[in-house]
C-alpha cells in the first residue's frame, strides 16, 4: 500500500508543480489517505515487521568488518548475580565476543549459589568472581582495572560484535566519557524482541522520563569523580541511572554507536519510588524547588515550584468564527493558569458574527485585539503580537485548536522559564484520537516532518513513547512557547518566510545559540489542523528552508535515529549503515520544487 501510494505521489510530483491548486488538492488528499486507521495500523505493521530482516542485515554488515587492533583490556563488564542459571547466558555472550578486549567482574549476591555452578568459569582467565555482596556502584568500580565499565543486569545477551564495536568508536571519539549503542528487549509473550533507536545526539529531559542509557559504557575515570554523589541507598540500577544523569553535564562527551547490540532483559519501567526519589534529588540540586513525580499509567510527569508570570496567547486568526469560539471558550474554561492575556490578530475577517464576538470577549476576559491588513505573512503577524505583547512567555498558537487540560499553560510555562531551554511545544491529537504533533524532524518526507504522525495517542514506536519528554531540533508553531526576550534575541520570526518554516527556522536558532528545545506530553491540545488556511505551502517558502536548513538536511537531524526512513511512522532503514543513505529523499524532494520553479520563472 505505501509503495504504491509513493508510486503515485512522484507521477504526481514528475508532472504537477508545487503551488498550484491541483497540487494542493492532492496533497491534502494524501494527507487525508495517510490518516484513516487502516492505513496508519498498516504503517505501524510494517514498522515493528521491519526490524527483524534490518537486523539480521546490520549483523551480516559489521561481519564483514576487520576486528579492531588489539588494545588493553579497554572494557569492564560488571555482573551483579543472584541467579547463576539466568546469568549464565549473559556470561557466555560476553565469552563469545570476538575482540579479547575485555574483562568481566562477576559479583556474587546471592550466597546459596554453589562453587560448583561457577566451576566451568573459573578456568577462563578473563573472568574474576567476588563472593561479597556490593550493594554500592562504587564498591563496583573500585574493582575495574580499565579505562571503561559496563553495569550489565543477569540475563542481557551482548551481541558478537558488541566489544569490538566500542574499540571503533572509542578510536574515532577517544574523548568522550559515555558510549552508547541501541538495544532491544527480549521477545515477551508475544515473541516479538522490541527495539529502542536512540538519537546520536543526548536527551537531557527524555533521560528523565526514562533511563534509555541503561547499559551505556562509562569511563572509569568520570565515573569515579561523581561517584561521592550517588545515592548509594538506592538499587544498583537507580545508582546507574543517577550515575548517567551526573554524567550528562558534559553532553559533548557522549557518543552513540548507530547499532543494536544488546538484547536486555529488561526494560525497567520508571514507575517507582526509587525512581521519584531519584528525580526530585537530582532536580532539587539544579535550583529547583518543591520537585514532584506524578505517574499517569506509568508515564512519569515531574513539576516543581516555578514562577507565574504574565503569559501572551498570540492567536492569528481570520473569519472562522465557530472554531475561534471554540478554542477560547475551552481556554476561559479549563485553564487554572492565573495570569495570561491573549492577543488576537485578524488578518482579515469579513464574517460579521467574528466582530461581535470581539466586542463581547474583550469586555469580560483578558482580550485584546490586533488589525492586520497586508497580505497574509505568517511570521510577521506573530512578530506584530509578540511586539504587542506585555508577558514575559510568549505563547503562539492556532486558532484551530481546543484545550484539554487546566494545568496546560503551567506546564508548558515551567519548561519555558528553564534557562537552558529555548522553544517548547506539546503533544498535539487529531479529532480522530491520532497524533498530530510530538515534535519535529528535519529531513522526514525530503523535508520537515512529525514524528509518529497518525498513530496512536500514546504509541511506543521504534524511538520508544509518545508520551516521554524528549529534547527534539524543532516544534510546530501552531503551538510552541518561547521567553520573549530570547524570542528577540533570536531576531522573532523570519519575516521572509510568507507562511511555512519560520516556525521551524526560529527553533534552529535556539539550537545554534545552545538552547536545548523540548517536547512535553502533557500539556495536550487537540487540533482540528488545516481548518485555518488548509495545507498551503508557498514554493518560495520551501526552497528558502532547503538554503537554510541545507547542513542539517545533509547531515541528519541530531535528534533522530540514522537507523530509521525519514517517515512520520518510521521503519527500519536497510542501507543506516552506508555514508549518505539518506540523500536521496531530501535530494529528489529539493529537486522537485527546484525545477518547477525555475520553469515558472520564479525565483
Known sequence: MAFWLGKFQKIVNSIIPPGTKVELLLRTLYHKVRATPIFANYLISKSHKSYAIWLEAQNQWL????????????????????????????????????????????????????????GGFLKDSKISFFENSYSKLSALISKCQTDYFLLCKQGDFFSELFVESIQRAHQKSFESSVFYCDVETQPSKDGIARPMFKAPKYSPEQHLSTNYLSRAVVSTQQAKIHQSEIDVTNSIDIQEWEMLLLLGKEPQKFCHIPYVLISLSSYR????????????????????????????????????????????IIIPTKNNFQKLKTLLDSLFTLTDYPAYEIILVDTGSTDQRIFGYYEDVMQSKPVQTLRYDQSFNYSRVNNLGAKCAKGELLLFLNNDMQVLDKDWLSELSQWALREEIGVVGTKLIHPNGKIQHIGIVIGMQGFIGHLYRNAPEHYWGLMGSSDWYRNVSAVTGACQMIRKNLFWE???????????????????????????????????????????????????DILRGYEEMDEILKDGDPYFSPN????????????????????????ERKNYYLAHHSKTGQG
Not at 516556525?503 to 523540548?518: E, M, P, Q, V
Not at 495536550?524 to 518560495?540: D, F, I, K, M, N
Open 269 to 312: 519501567s520508571s514507575d517507582s519510588q526509587e525512581y521519584r526519589k531519584l528525580i526530585k534529588s537530582f532536580l532539587s540540586h539544579r535550583r529547583l524547588q518543591a520537585v514532584d513525580v506524578e505517574m499517569h499509567s506509568k508515564i512519569p510527569r515531574i513539576q516543581w515550584k516555578s514562577e507565574q508570570p504574565l503569559i501572551s
Open 490 to 540: 533570536l531576531g522573532g520570526f523570519d519575516e521572509k518566510y510568507e507562511l511555512v518554516t519560520g516556525d521551524i527556522t526560529l527553533c534552529l536558532k535556539a539550537l545554534k545559540h545552545g538552547y536545548r528545545n523540548l517536547y512535553t506530553p502533557h500539556a495536550a491540545l487537540l487540533h482540528h489542523e488545516g481548518a485555518s488556511r488548509g495545507y498551503q505551502t508557498p514554493v518560495e
Open 564 to 587: 530509521l526512513t525519514l517517515e512520520p511512522i518510521p521503519r527500519c532503514e536497510m542501507d543506516s549503515w552506508i555514508p549518505g543513505h539518506r540523500s536521496q529523499k531530501y535530494l
Open 63 to 118: 561481519r564483514t568488518l576487520d576486528i579492531p587492533t588489539a588494545e588493553s583490556r579497554i572494557l569492564t563488564f560488571i555482573l551483579p548475580v543472584s541467579d547463576f542459571a539466568l546469568a549464565s547466558r549473559t556470561i557466555q555472550s560476553i565469552q563469545k565476543q570476538r575482540s579479547e578486549s575485555w574483562q568481566l567482574l562477576i559479583i556474587i549476591e546471592n550466597s546459596a549459589i554453589k562453587e560448583e555452578a561457577i
